[in-house]
């Protein structure tokens, strides 16, 4: 497993997120969110001034900017690290002026054909990471765009053509990291199936990025598995999003994003102590 997984802390403030929409919208309570998040184990707090959940509106590039920037900056001067979350290479380019020192976009530099330039830019002058997600497009609830013939395949190749994308325009290779999009033009059984693949993301030579955190593809599983009858409101799925967190660092992932820290920080804390046990195993039998 990686030897220390990264995880992320989600820190919507946005009205309308899926799962606590409204709940951080202001400075105060955003700030305090994201220290919060540090103080349970996150390494880096993942700022989002847009929704990306299907159906969501989009959302003027002055608003999006006025919800995002302060909150940066006062947590950035706090001294945490930050990410920014978001399609557009103008509230990029300001957010990484502002302390972030990562870029989260989920459609791979695809949406704006401006966010490589700034990713490479911010690559070069503060060795900022840029987060390559896939996607096939604004977000769709029918999953019209879900037909793949082999997800596992076919999702490795986009990313890695969009790799090559952010590499032809300056980013450094180091700086970045891939996320299969769990949940983006994805049914539950094809984000499971990326997840029991992982390797194959891995096997790319670039650091991966796992977002599964309160998915509706857990709440199906939930449901199927546990509970026919079970709603797992999207606050409910925090037990098993850590579970998927141990899962996927055992498979080599370099981090992990969630809305519930502290349940992933222990789920990897044991997770590496069940791999320390079996590394003392092994050398044992072989005395």
């Known amino acids: 497993m990686s030897p220390a997984t990264v995880v992320l802390g989600v820190l919507n403030v946005t009205p309308d997120s899926f799962s606590d929409g409204g709940e951080f919208a202001s400075l105060d309570a955003a700030v305090r969110r994201g220290s919060g998040l540090v103080a349970q184990g996150a390494d880096i707090i993942d700022v989002g001034g847009e929704s990306t959940r299907p159906g969501a509106t989009p959302v003027p590039r002055a608003e999006e900017l006025d919800r995002t920037l302060p909150v940066v900056r006062a947590l950035a001067a706090r001294g945490h690290r930050i990410s920014i979350d978001t399609l557009h290479a103008e509230t990029a ?12 976009d989920v459609s791979g530099g695809a949406h ?7 990713a490479a830019a911010a690559s070069r002058d503060h060795g900022a990471r840029f987060i390559l997600g896939h996607w096939r ?28 994308a952010a590499l032809a325009a300056g980013v450094d290779a180091a700086h970045l990291v891939i996320d299969p999009g769990l949940g983006f033009d994805k049914t539950g059984a094809q984000g499971w199936a990326l997840l029991a693949h992982l390797e194959a993301l891995t096997a790319t030579g670039y650091p991966v990025l796992v977002g599964a955190s309160r998915k509706r593809m857990i709440a199906e599983a939930l449901r199927s598995e546990a509970n026919p009858g079970l709603t797992a409101a999207p ?6 999003t850590a579970v998927v967190s141990a899962f996927a660092a055992a498979a080599g992932a370099w981090g992990v994003r969630v809305h519930d820290v502290g349940a992933t920080v222990q789920a990897l804390a044991i997770a590496r102590a069940w791999e320390r046990g079996a590394q003392i195993e092994r050398r044992e039998g072989q005395l």
């Open 93 to 104: 380019a300001a957010a990484v002026a502002a302390g972030a020192r990562l870029i989260n």
């Open 137 to 164: 497009g604004i977000p769709d609830p029918a999953h019209l765009r879900s037909d793949y013939a082999d997800v596992v395949t076919e999702v490795r190749d986009a990313l890695t053509e969009r790799a090559d």
């Open 112 to 118: 704006d054909p401006e966010m490589l330039g700034v």
């Open 235 to 240: 606050a409910e799925r925090d037990l098993a």
